[in-house]
């Protein structure tokens, strides 16, 4: 199986208390056709690794570590090489779709940016690739006049689907692609991205905090907690057999679909006095 991505002792902290780490030692891999979900808390450095993957951080901190990108080290790229890389070989859905699209531009505009940046497309052959993309996201190709608030939140949510898998990229990056989208909506992005992905072959880190997605798409799951991988392995090992604390106080959280299971809140206190690193 092809090695995507490996991510190697990364550590991402504040400039000004460089002893303060969001995300610790953090390491793991991606491989072509998979899923990867990474699930935590708010907080818990998801986003941040996300971010540093794309080289995307604010000034304000700073990582180490490596990350190898189909065996070239994005840590090393200054940001000309890695602007190449974004949106080209590494697509990324931000959370938010409703403020991530410029109000004041058309969907097929914005679509249409990523394909003239990266593979230099105008013209005729611009118009007929924004409307491809566009139908293979489930929205009609004269959508493409549209402005995004005349669209609703699945559609604008489609349409940063459609920008990010663009230019095929070899790894796509979900930042909780499915926030604000009711359960319905939720399912058909869901169902989406896991049928793109397996047409394209690419590698997929999606991440959430909802242990309901992570059953339906993952192929592997890594926990993260207070900024540390706390666990990781195939989906089936993490949600049955968990070995971590925290893992199983956050599925302890989950509900059944009877309605029998008595929900335990995360006991912060204990975990505290208990900690275990994976």
Same mark, same amino acid.
């Given at each position: 199986? /092809?090695?995507?991505?490996?991510?190697?002792?990364?550590?991402?902290?504040?400039?000004?208390?460089?002893?303060?780490?969001?995300?610790? =030692? &953090?390491?793991?891999?991606?491989?072509?056709?998979?899923?990867?979900?990474?699930?935590?808390?708010?907080?818990?450095? #998801?986003?941040?690794?996300?971010?540093?993957?794309?080289?995307?951080?604010?000034? @304000?901190?700073?990582?180490?570590?490596?990350?190898?990108?189909?065996? $070239? =080290?994005?840590?090393?790229?200054?940001?000309?090489?890695?602007?190449?890389?974004?949106?080209? %070989?590494?697509?990324?859905?931000? @959370?938010?779709?409703?403020?991530?699209?410029?109000?004041? !531009? /058309?969907?097929?505009? %914005?679509?249409?940016? $990523?394909?003239?940046?990266?593979?230099?497309?105008?013209?005729?052959?611009? #118009? &007929?690739?924004?409307? /491809?993309?566009?139908? %293979?996201?489930?929205?009609?190709?004269?959508?493409?006049? &549209?402005?995004?608030?005349?669209?609703?939140?699945? @559609?604008?949510?489609?349409?940063?689907?459609?920008?990010?898998?663009?230019?095929?990229?070899?790894?796509?990056?979900?930042?909780?692609?499915?926030?604000?989208?009711?359960?319905?909506?939720?399912? @058909?992005?869901?169902?989406?991205? =896991?049928?793109? #992905?397996?047409?394209?072959?690419?590698?997929?880190?999606?991440?959430?905090?909802?242990?309901?997605?992570?059953?339906?798409?993952?192929?592997?799951?890594?926990?993260?907690?207070?900024?540390?991988?706390?666990?990781?392995?195939?989906? #089936?090992? $993490? !949600?049955?057999?968990?070995?971590?604390?925290?893992?199983?106080?956050?599925?302890?959280?989950?509900?059944?679909?009877?309605?029998?299971?008595?929900?335990?809140?995360? =006991?912060?206190?204990?975990?505290?006095?208990?900690? $275990?690193?994976?």
């Amino acid at each position: 199986m /092809t090695e995507i991505l490996s991510i190697e002792h990364l550590n991402v902290g504040l400039k000004k208390e460089p002893t303060r780490l969001l995300v610790k =030692d &953090s390491s793991f891999k991606l491989s072509a056709g998979k899923t990867t979900c990474i699930v935590g808390e708010s907080g818990s450095g #998801k986003s941040l690794t996300a971010l540093t993957i794309m080289g995307l951080l604010s000034n @304000q901190l700073v990582a180490s570590g490596h990350v190898f990108f189909n065996g $070239v =080290d994005l840590t090393t790229l200054d940001n000309k090489a890695m602007r190449k890389i974004r949106g080209a %070989q590494i697509g990324m859905i931000f @959370q938010e779709p409703m403020t991530s699209l410029n109000p004041v !531009l /058309t969907v097929g505009f %914005q679509i249409g940016e $990523v394909l003239t940046a990266h593979k230099g497309l105008k013209g005729d052959g611009l #118009k &007929s690739k924004i409307a /491809t993309l566009l139908t %293979q996201v489930g929205i009609p190709a004269e959508r493409a006049n &549209s402005y995004p608030d005349e669209l609703s939140g699945g @559609q604008r949510q489609r349409v940063m689907v459609a920008m990010s898998i663009a230019c095929e990229p070899a790894l796509l990056i979900a930042d909780e692609p499915t926030t604000a989208l009711d359960v319905t909506v939720q399912a @058909q992005i869901l169902t989406l991205l =896991d049928e793109l #992905k397996n047409r394209m072959k690419m590698a997929m880190l999606f991440i959430t905090h909802d242990f309901g997605v992570v059953s339906d798409i993952a192929d592997d799951v890594i926990v993260m907690f207070k900024g540390e991988i706390v666990e990781a392995g195939p989906k #089936k090992q $993490v !949600l049955e057999n968990p070995q971590h604390p925290y893992t199983k106080a956050l599925l302890d959280c989950v509900p059944d679909v009877e309605g029998k299971k008595v929900l335990k809140p995360i =006991d912060y206190a204990w975990l505290k006095t208990n900690e $275990v690193s994976a």
